[in-house]
């Protein structure tokens, strides 16, 4: 089939394929031409494309198409395009204010696309290629309340065994709607058979997903699988001004998924209650950030930048986090998990909100583990206690630095109740604490501090560099000098480190010089 300067226009079909369907072996190819106000009752509201080894969609535009339908036990999918098990490659194309409405389930939607392949045996199928268009202002309206429908421009699916792949180059999708997840895009494993190995994979390179929303989860980008696997990547381009009521501004990701982020991708200026740049779901499941940037994303709750359920989230290649706002975790909240800093930049970012929870001004750990290495940096951080990092779990710092943090209250780098390893070489410089610990707040069962630096650091009462409350403080072969506590009373002081309980082991040629307690009593320069 080919279709060349054309426009359809008007259309009904009771089932699939309001403007155009097709469902054979050949291939189809439409160019140049307009669908425009086409309506379908379950599936494709503009165009149905059936399993067809490879066609065409080239310089179209499908606008006001629509797939509606007021019966319940019905599917409702694709107002623009519906791709079942077929290869269709979309090029240069414009899809624009397409609906899908109706009584939705949790497995309808895609208002501008839906991409699907449902096999028994995992063959391949469901191959979706959109290259240099603009997908915007489609969107899901639901007759219903509960599972009201995913993905507002782009809804992907793999169901039973079978692999389902979307691929996105060079192409802007933005300000469609979804009242359940996924504004701009949802990559969903169905898993119907409940066989557990489908597969669905979305690629996105050098595009843009912005200004997209939903009610629930995912403003820009929803991701769940399990069981099977859900798999994103995400190549250069930006994530941005996405916004959902709960979980997940920019992204949401389930677990049983992977998310990968590279290239300089952009994740900027998303916002949510909980992860407004990034939210990791689940147990399982792994994101990595590479040489990308989480910036100027808002949480109202937790983690402006990220909120880590559990998993691994990795950091790392220079990646960056910055100026990102929530009231725990500014950057990043970890509920679980396992988090990992490499060659990574937190900076700038700032625990705010209305209560005194404004605690992680980087960093907000609740549990898990956490470890920073390859010339890590915390700097210029805030909140009210623990200014680069609020900790209750475990944590090791190994080549990282922390400096120009600030704390109203305790932890100007670092407050701790956990376990805490800085097994060096680490720097922690120039940071500020209101009352206690300049540099390191500790009530945590052990602190060490090994092969490391603790310069210029102040606090307002007591321990400039460390205020330990710890069982077991140890300092080996690390260097203390310069930093100030400003306390005015005589139990307050200890310009380098000051111990409130516990014991303190100095080991090695550990060097603790020219601190200083320059408060009206204040006492214990060292």
Known sequence: LEVKDFLIQGNVAGVKGGGVYFSTDDIMDLENGVLRLNQAGEQGGGIYHGPAPFSFIVDVTL?????SNSKVSVSKRGGGVYNEGGTLSIQDSILTANNVTGFLDSSDGGGAIFNR??????ELGGDLYVQR???SNNGI??????????????LNVADNSARAGCRIYDSTIEANASLQTGGGIQNLVLNSNGMGNAEATLLIQNSVIRDNTSDE?????????????????????????NSCTFRGGGIWTSEESTLDIESGCLIEGNHCQDGGGIYKDGATGAVTISNSTIADNTGTLTGGGVVLEGGNFNLREGAVVSGNVAERGGGIYMFDGYLTFNDTLVRNNRAEGPTSARRGGGLFIADGYATFFNNTVFQANEAIDGGGIFSYATTTVSDATFEGNRALGEGGAIWSSGDFDFEGPAVVSNNTAGSDGGGIYSIGLNLAFWESTLSGNRAGRSGGGIWSGSQNLSINQATITGNTASGDEADEGGGGVFIEIGSANLMGESEIA??????????GGG
């Open 141 to 154: 309206i639901p007759f219903n309340v509960g599972l009201p429908g995913r993905g507002g421009g782009i």
């Open 63 to 67: 606008t006001e198409n629509i797939v």
């Open 217 to 241: 989860n995912g403003g820009g980008i929803h991701q769940l699988g399990g069981p099977g696997q859900a798999n994103c990547s995400i190549v250069g381009g930006a994530i941005q001004r």
């Open 117 to 122: 392949y449902h096999a028994p045996d995992g």
């Open 514 to 523: 020219n601190n200083s307690a320059d408060g009206i009593l204040g006492s």
């Open 133 to 135: 268009c603009v997908i």
